[in-house]
């Protein structure tokens, strides 16, 4: 069974600074992974989204790395910004057609003026 | 702008009742998941649809159906409601491949 875990739950940071969020999976037989941003209350953006082909992708001031040798993902936020706080979350898609994507807790963000 | 529409946007029910929940796809898509979201977790997968039929399913009771209508557009119904039914019920439409999944605002279902 596919387990998702972010590291770290909550991230305070001044703006301006760069940094990365955590996601790691335990089976690396996946089809895609796809990070998405929340506001509260809200439904889901998609930021990015990598292939299990592929080792990276880059969007804006985003970029998102994929390693599925060690079940691990990172994105990383350049100089960021109070408009980026929101909870990131990514999600792993199925090795199976009609398998369950499944999504990790997220990391709550909050980028201060 | 996604595409993806919900209605409601919120909604309260009392313990027993059954719920309608309705999605319309970005156009073009004819795939539809639903997933339930509670406060402070991540989305959990309830079903997909593709083409009108079921693609898989989560770890849900079957008091959780789902129809997806030709204009794939798609329905989540949940009969005899409890309380730990409260949470954000989301839907998203895709493409069986690649999967980029398109998310809808959200239905927040409040069970008193």
């Known amino acids: 069974k596919q387990e998702v875990t972010q590291i770290p739950a909550a991230l305070s940071v001044p703006e301006g600074e760069n940094l990365v969020l955590n996601c790691s999976f335990t089976?690396?037989?996946?089809?895609?992974l796809q990070w998405f941003r929340q506001d509260p209350g809200k439904g889901l953006t998609s930021l990015l989204l990598?292939?299990?082909?592929?080792r990276e992708q880059t969007s804006g001031r985003l970029n998102a790395s994929l390693d599925k040798s060690s079940g691990r993902s990172t994105l990383y936020i350049a100089a960021s910004q109070p408009g980026d706080s929101a909870t990131y979350l990514c999600?792993?898609?199925?090795?199976?057609?009609?398998?369950?994507?499944?999504f990790g807790p997220g990391t709550r963000l909050s980028v201060l003026p | 702008e996604t595409g993806v529409t919900q209605s409601p946007t919120h909604l309260i029910k009392t313990r027993g009742q059954q719920v309608t929940l309705r999605c319309s796809s970005q156009?073009?898509?004819?795939?539809v998941s639903w997933y339930q979201q509670a406060l402070g977790q991540g989305p959990q997968f309830i079903f997909q649809?593709?083409?009108?039929?079921?693609?898989g399913r989560g770890n849900f009771p079957p008091r959780f159906s789902g129809l997806q209508f030709p204009n794939y557009s798609s329905e989540l119904n949940v009969n005899a409601l409890e309380l730990d039914d409260s949470a954000l019920y989301l839907c998203?439409?895709?493409?069986?491949?690649?999967?980029?999944?398109?998310f809808g605002p959200g239905t927040r279902l409040t069970v008193l």
């Open positions: 998203a439409s895709s493409f069986l491949e690649p999967h980029t999944q398109y």
């Open positions: 089976d690396s037989a996946i089809y895609n």
């Open positions: 990598i292939q299990s082909s592929q």
């Open positions: 999600a792993v898609g199925p090795g199976n057609y009609g398998q369950n994507f499944v």
């Open positions: 156009s073009g898509h004819n795939t």
């Open positions: 649809y593709y083409r009108e039929e079921e693609n």
